[in-house]
């Protein structure tokens, strides 16, 4: 059965002229090759863009320490309970970095960075810090792709007076300044209960940064959308009878899916700057330790000559920006050939 | 064109009601309790309950009509018009008022009025909360047995949209200052004025300069180092080399004032100068590489070739060619960040404790203000509006082919 269809297949394609061009059987011609495989293959071979993968990995597996409770479960100790490695004092405050325990000098990660104004040890405060980074980062970024794509790829898809509306919402968005809108957002959001869960920390700032970032990857996707609209494969997508749901999702959304990638790369260093600000607004994450809590004790701390806390944070938040926007930028000028060659 | 701008001009009108929208939905209803969030936790119930009708939120939400009155408590007394514009009244006309009765919150106004022009005034007479120790004149007889309020009761969202279409939103009061906004504005914007148009300027000027540099270096050393420099930029977080600076220059070397103001003569450039240095330096960052990847498009284009093979050397070719065609978009992007200026960096501010705007705002946030934050955002918002219909404007005038869209 199987070798009947392969020779009906092979029967219907024209017959090949010998010596003539056949693509198929042409020496050295490779399969065809999709848009992410080409982008996987040049971001290969860029050996910025694969450090900077190692790089984010890295943090991925730090981040993932923190997921897995270790450094916030308590522990009881003769009958005592003690609270987890990021609140536990376990020396002297403002003690700076050494690379061994001490008292009994044997080499420990906990002193590696110092401790900071209760004791508590630095370094696991900045590798539970990446914890919430990626967290906020990660989530914020799915809610503005969700509400950024589906308002988009609607209003461009649809046109007419739902257009109007979309690109009313989002040009109004879009006229606050971000930092306030999203200072706002955050300020009112805070210790808000919605539907009977209180909203503090990551919760709220999450909304904050989802709910205020989504109109440059609206406004991007409806511009696309609306190009894609009227092509030859949507208007056979609707002469086969395809719902409009279907259309948009299953083949309008995989042609201009490289562009929310773009968008979401881009993005993820933004997030975490903004998670700073909050902090130091007193907006943040107040109940578990983050990168901009650090740089936002850090400002008592200096005035002691406590850098250790600042300079920690700092480089962490330095080194996930700069991996993230060259990873980013190549991810662009790999996805998007249009802005290729530009740098 | 002129059509264009017309219609550009009508098309800010609903942006600018939809931004008055956000900031009152943001702020009156989205908020959890705000008289709490301004109290504290101590206040008591009448305590919060002034500071609800200080803030409005004593009102109705959003619209409410025709609410029945419960109670009649008193009957029979005359009600002076005060506000002769409702209904054809004029001020003075007098009117016997049929009941005093209970709303849905509280005691308030007027029930059937019948008076001598002859005609059924079913009315609040007005704000509830307002007028609740209401002016009874005498006591006439009046029987009326049924009361039901027809008009619209003034709400929460009334009340503030028309601060904000009567621009009486300037004269709202800060809640810790008590002082009106835009008194407090007129203060604050001096000193973050004095950081920011410098600041600013040096910047822009760098990043032009930079930019162009790089872009006629492409693909060697230099160009790396500039594109480098602003990817570095970029990546560090502003607030930490804020409290960086002033460590290491404010506190060890000593070159600078730590934090502080003097606004008398030109002691403040002593304390702005520090604050100038980082904004620049962190604010070089995002334009460069911007107006670098303008200003190859230009080197490349055909007329920058034309003028070369006329023989014009680089200099002139860079800067009055490339230059002049790369502003457009400079242009644009430097009018859309003009609000900021306004505002002030509010971090940078606050650290160095200037007295500005964005500091004032980044207290108001900590205390609570809300009149002020929802004053700033509003502000902010149609200032932003405003540059950036004008920044659309200019374009059709550089550029007339925008207008054929």
Known sequence: ?343 | MWAYIVRRILLTIPIVLGVVLITIVLFSYVAADPARAWAGRIASEAQLDAIRAQMGLDKPRWFKWSVPIREIEATGRTLAVSTPWAHGLEEGDRFVISGVGNGHDGTFAVAEVKGPKGFTYRSTAGDPAATQPIALASDEDASLHHAELTQRLASGFDSQLLDIITFRIFELKSMRYQQPIWKIIKEKAPASMAIQVPAFLIALGLQLSLALYAANKRGRVQDLIVTLLSVLILAVPALSVYLFAQWAFGMQLGWFPVAGWESSGLQWMKYAALPIFISVLLGIGSGIRLYRTVMIDEIYSDYVRTARAKGLNNRQVLFTHVLKNGLIPVITNTVTALPSLILGALLLERIFQIPGLGNFTVEALNNYDRTVVMGMTFILSIVYCLLILVSDILYTLVNPQVSLK
């Open chain 1, 1 to 343: 059965m199987t070798s009947t269809t392969h020779d009906d297949a092979q029967s219907l394609r024209p017959p090949v002229q010998p010596g003539a061009y056949d693509p198929a059987t042409a020496v050295g011609a490779s399969p065809p090759r999709s848009l992410w495989r080409d982008a996987w293959g040049r971001i290969r071979q860029s050996r910025r863009a694969m450090f900077c993968v190692v790089v984010l990995l890295a943090y991925v597996l730090v981040g993932l320490i923190g997921f897995t409770g270790v450094l916030s479960n308590e522990t009881v100790v003769d009958g005592a309970t003690i609270p987890g490695l990021i609140d536990r004092t376990i020396g002297k405050s403002h003690q700076p970095p050494s690379w061994t325990h001490p008292e009994d000098g044997g080499i420990s990660p906990s002193y590696w960075l110092g401790l900071d104004f209760m004791g508590r040890s630095v370094f696991w405060r900045l590798v539970y810090g990446t914890r919430v980074a990626l967290t906020v980062a990660l989530l914020a970024s799915i809610i503005e792709i969700v509400i950024g794509f589906t308002l988009g790829a609607v209003s461009g898809y649809f046109g007419g007076i739902v257009d109007a509306l979309i690109t009313w919402l989002f040009s109004t968005v879009a006229s606050v300044p971000w930092i306030l809108l999203m200072i706002s957002f955050a300020y009112v959001l805070k210790n808000k209960t919605v539907w009977g869960y209180e909203l503090t920390g990551v919760p709220s700032i999450v909304l904050a940064l989802g709910l205020t970032t989504w109109v440059g990857l609206c406004r991007l996707i409806r511009g696309e959308v609306l190009k894609h609209r009227d092509r030859d494969y949507v208007l056979a997508a609707r002469a086969i009878g395809l719902g409009h749901g279907r259309i948009v999702f299953r083949h309008i959304l995989p042609n201009v899916f490289h562009l929310v990638i773009i968008n979401f790369a881009l993005g993820l260093a933004a997030f975490v700057h903004a998670e700073v600000i909050l902090s130091f607004l007193g907006l943040g994450v107040t109940e578990v330790p983050s990168w901009g809590r650090m740089i936002d004790d850090a400002k008592l701390e200096l005035l002691k000559g406590v850098w250790w806390p600042l300079l920690a944070a700092t480089v962490m938040i330095f080194v996930f920006s700069l991996a993230v926007n060259l990873f980013g930028d190549t991810l662009r000028d790999a996805l998007d050939p249009r802005l290729r060659g530009t740098d």
